[in-house]
């Protein structure tokens, strides 16, 4: 039983991160952070911020 519980919190929590990077991905945000020089797809979006 306690193994369906945190299985359930984890499989929400894992939700929501997926929501929230969806929403910010819709907004144009970049999950990189935008240091341009470490990450290769964001050279492109650092301008659109």
Do not use: E, H, W
């Amino acid at each position: 039983m306690g193994t369906a519980i945190v299985f359930i919190v984890l499989l929400l929590i894992v939700c929501a991160i997926i929501k929230k990077m969806a929403k910010d991905k819709a907004k144009g945000k970049s999950s990189c952070g935008c240091s341009c020089g470490s990450c290769s797809g964001c050279n492109d979006s650092c301008g659109k911020q």
